[in-house]
């Protein structure tokens, strides 16, 4: 059975502290693809990042970054210098080449405080 | 493009009342589903389409119809509102079935329903 766990449900820093969302995923599969979507106070969903489970470089896009670790069953996100606009509830999602379904985690709600 | 639209943003019903949530994408995708989002539980899989004319049960089917007459539309039907149906509901679409091909899904603004 497919799975993702987002342990983390609430994180407060201050501005400028560096943040990490943990994900962890279970899956039988080789090939599978990690998502993350950030979900801000508005409420829409919004696409941030995609890496397929063949792909175990990190990547950084401005502030934000992303340590995908196949040894650990793991796609943790990092906001740099975090922003009070970073704040929001982040979600990480796994689908697998054997189905047509995504599974979300809980999600982590991020607060980052002035 | 408008991308996915969805329609109401908000809705109150009463128990046993049924009705349509709408949900439509311009962008030509094959796939389309259906999520509900409750307080603590993340998004929960409804139903998904992988094609006009093919649908299929997700996580949380019950209570639940759907049906993908044409490749933009893809409506989910309340069939006799229970509270338990309070939720938000978004609708996402994506060009190709995801899990073949790990195709990234985009989001419609959700509709809020309260069901009394």
């Known amino acids: 059975a497919q799975k993702v766990t987002q342990a983390q449900t609430e994180i407060s820093v201050v501005e400028k502290e560096d943040v990490t969302l943990d994900c962890v995923y279970e899956?039988?599969?080789?090939?599978?693809?990690l998502f993350w979507y950030k979900q801000p106070p508005s409420g829409e969903l919004v696409f941030l990042i995609r890496?397929?489970?063949?792909?175990?470089q990190n990547e950084i896009s401005g502030r934000y970054s992303w340590n995908f670790q196949k040894s650990t069953s793991s796609f943790n996100f990092t906001i740099t210098a975090s922003q009070v606009v970073d704040s929001a509830v982040y979600f990480c999602?796994?689908?697998?080449?054997?189905?047509?379904?995504?599974?979300f985690g809980t999600g982590t709600r991020l607060k980052v405080l002035a | 493009n408008a991308g996915v639209t969805q329609t109401p943003k908000f809705q109150v019903l009463k128990t046993g009342q049924s009705m349509t949530l709408q949900c439509a994408q311009d962008?030509?995708?094959?796939?389309m589903s259906w999520y509900r989002q409750d307080p603590g539980m993340g998004l929960r899989l409804i139903h998904y389409?992988?094609?006009?004319?093919?649908?299929d049960q997700g996580e949380v089917p019950n209570g639940y119809n759907v049906s993908r007459s044409t490749t933009e539309d893809f409506p989910l039907r309340l069939l006799s509102a229970a509270p338990s149906q309070t939720s938000v509901y978004f609708c996402?679409?994506?060009?190709?079935?995801?899990?073949?091909?790990?195709?990234?899904?985009?989001f419609g603004p959700g509709t809020r329903l309260l069901v009394l």
């Open positions: 899956t039988r599969d080789t090939t599978y693809y």
């Open positions: 890496r397929n489970s063949f792909d175990e």
């Open positions: 389409s992988v094609g006009a004319g093919i649908t």
């Open positions: 996402a679409s994506s060009l190709r079935a995801g899990g073949q091909l790990g195709e990234t899904q985009y």
């Open positions: 962008m030509n995708h094959e796939y």
């Open positions: 999602a796994l689908c697998t080449s054997g189905t047509y379904k995504y599974i």
